[in-house]
T-cell receptor
Framework: DTEVTQTPKHLVMGMTNKKSLKCEQH?????MYWYKQKAKKPPELMFVYSYEKLSINESVPSRFSPECPNSSLLNLHLHALQPEDSALYLC??????????????FGQGTRLTVV | DAKTTQPNSMESNEEEPVHLPCNHS???????IHWYRQLPSQGPEYVIH???SNVNNRMASLAIAEDRKSSTLILHRATLRDAAVYYC?????????????FGKGTKLTVNP
C-alpha cells in the first residue's frame, strides 16, 4: 500500500465554522507534511511532523492547527478561516531518514472553499 | 532556502524525447536533486532523484552537471499522459527534518 489518503475530497465551510482535514498513510513513514496550493501556483509547505512531533512550522497563521495523533494519521484543524484560505490542501509522507534521499508520497488533496 | 530556476513552459511532440532543464547554482554539497510532477487535478508524484551521478528509472533519466549547478530531466518518449507541471526541487534538512520546497515548475505540453 503506497497510498496517502485524504478526506474529505471537497469541503465548503463558512468563516465561523470549525472543520478538520484528515490524512492517513500505512507505509510506516515517520515524516508527514501539510502543503497549501493555490490555483496555478506550486505547493507551499505549511508544517512538517517528524516522529509525531511538529518539527517545522512555516509561519502559518494560528487559525490552522495541525495534529499528529499517531504515526499513521495527520489532521489539520481549521477555525475562523478567511476566503483567501480557499485552496487545495495536500498531505504527504516519507521515510524519516534525515538523508534527503527518500521520495515523498502525496495524497490527492482536499479542495477547500471558504465562504 | 536553496532555489531552483526552471522555464515556465515547454512543448513537445508525442513520442519525441523531452529535456527539462533546471538551474540550482546555490546547491550545497549534500542537497539531493528531486523531480516531481503534478498532473491536472492530482497531487504531486515523485519522478526521480539524484546526488552526483546520472540516474535512470522506469519513468525518466536525470542528468546532473559535473559542478551540480544544473540538472536535466529526460523523458525518453513523451506521451500525452506526460503532460504535467514538472518541479525541480532541492531537498534540504532543517532542524533535522527533511523538507521539499517547490519552485515554480515547468508546464509541459505534449502535442499529438
Amino acid at each position: 500500500d503506497t497510498e496517502v489518503t485524504q478526506t474529505p475530497k471537497h469541503l465548503v465551510m463558512g468563516m465561523t465554522n470549525k472543520k478538520s482535514l484528515k490524512c492517513e498513510q500505512h507505509m510506516g513513514h515517520r515524516a508527514m507534511y501539510w502543503y497549501k496550493q493555490k490555483a496555478k501556483k506550486p505547493p507551499e509547505l505549511m508544517f512538517v511532523y517528524s516522529y509525531e512531533k511538529l518539527s517545522i512550522n512555516e509561519s502559518v497563521p494560528s487559525r490552522f492547527s495541525p495534529e499528529c495523533p499517531n504515526s499513521s494519521l495527520l489532521n489539520l484543524h481549521l477555525h475562523a478561516l478567511q476566503p483567501e484560505d480557499s485552496a487545495l490542501y495536500l498531505c504527504a509522507s516519507s521515510q524519516r531518514t534525515g538523508r534527503r534521499n527518500t521520495e515523498a508520497f502525496f495524497g490527492q488533496g482536499t479542495r477547500l472553499t471558504v465562504v | 532556502d536553496a532555489k531552483t530556476t526552471q522555464p515556465n513552459s515547454m512543448e513537445s511532440n508525442e513520442e519525441e524525447p523531452v529535456h527539462l532543464p533546471c538551474n540550482h547554482s546555490t546547491i550545497s554539497g549534500t542537497d539531493y536533486i528531486h523531480w516531481y510532477r503534478q498532473l491536472p487535478s492530482q497531487g504531486p508524484e515523485y519522478v526521480i532523484h539524484g546526488l552526483t551521478s546520472n540516474v535512470n528509472n522506469r519513468m525518466a533519466s536525470l542528468a546532473i552537471a559535473e559542478d551540480r549547478k544544473s540538472s536535466t530531466l529526460i523523458l525518453h518518449r513523451a506521451t500525452l499522459r506526460d503532460a504535467a507541471v514538472y518541479y525541480c526541487i532541492l531537498k534540504m534538512l532543517e532542524g533535522g527534518s527533511e523538507k521539499l520546497v517547490f519552485g515554480k515548475g515547468t508546464k509541459l505540453t505534449v502535442n499529438p
